[in-house]
T-cell receptor, first 112, second 114 residues
Framework: DAKTTQPTSMDCAEGRAANLPCNHS???????VYWYRQIHSQGPQYIIH???NNETNEMASLIITEDRKSSTLILPHATLRDTAVYYC?????????????FGTGTRLKVLA | DTGVSQNPRHKITKRGQNVTFRCDPI?????LYWYRQTLGQGPEFLTY????????KSRLLSDRFSAERPKGSFSTLEIQRTEQGDSAMYLC????????????FGQGTRLTVV
């Protein structure tokens, strides 16, 4: 089972920051938080990941709380092309492999 | 483009037929996953390869499913005697290291069993 909980859906106005929350209260010390998104009928696209420090790249920022039990993905200036399902995944060694266990994600709709 | 490539992108087959999908991972990646995704759900893990060795199989991978990765390069996923419940998107992903290394997904093969 997925180790994360996300809201089912969110709306965001174009040009505004989109803040997508994720709870992962059972995360272990050596497990990473990963974010992917999936635009309709395409494969998941990697966005960002982190262990305990906040991370930023050209796509997004990842804020992880100090206790690591939750995180927030921030898209600083959302565009219509950011409309997608966003998956928050806790990734660690499970049955000998570093596989991703996906939940149902958050459906983000960016509104014009 | 040096990303993960999957072929075919779409496959329609009649129930009972066999189908085979191919995945070409990023060339320097020695680890490869197969996932299945049905409508409205997140991808579900099917199997994992490290080089040519298949190290883990999900219980979703019934005996009608077989995956190979000869010589640790491309991989194939075969479904024998397809059923309507096999209709889904089949995704492949590859990566090169441990938990701190992101995997890259292909665009998937959408299978429709009629």
């Amino acid at each position: 089972d997925a180790k994360t909980t996300q809201p089912t859906s969110m709306d965001c106005a174009e040009g505004r920051a989109a803040n997508l929350p994720c709870n992962h209260s059972t995360i272990s010390g050596n497990e990473y938080v990963y974010w992917y998104r999936q635009i309709h009928s395409q494969g998941p696209q990697y966005i960002i990941h982190g262990l305990k420090n906040n991370e930023t790249n050209e796509m997004a920022s990842l804020i992880i709380t100090e206790d690591r039990k939750s995180s927030t993905l921030i898209l600083p200036h959302a565009t219509l092309r950011d409309t997608a399902v966003y998956y928050c995944i806790v990734r660690g060694l499970t049955s000998g492999t570093y596989k991703y266990i996906f939940g149902t994600g958050t459906r983000l709709k960016v509104l014009a | 483009d040096t990303g993960v490539s999957q072929n075919p992108r779409h496959k329609i087959t009649k129930r009972g037929q066999n189908v085979t999908f191919r995945c070409d991972p990023i060339s320097e990646h020695n680890r490869l996953y197969w996932y299945r995704q049905t409508l409205g759900q997140g991808p579900e893990f099917l199997t994992y390869f490290q080089n040519e060795a298949q190290l883990e199989k999900s219980r979703l991978l019934s005996d009608r499913f077989s995956a190979e990765r000869p010589k640790g390069s491309f991989s194939t996923l075969e479904i024998q005697r397809t059923e309507q419940g096999d209709s889904a998107m089949y995704l492949c992903a590859s990566y090169s290291g441990g938990a701190d290394t992101e995997a890259f997904f292909g665009q998937g093969t959408r299978l429709t069993v009629v």
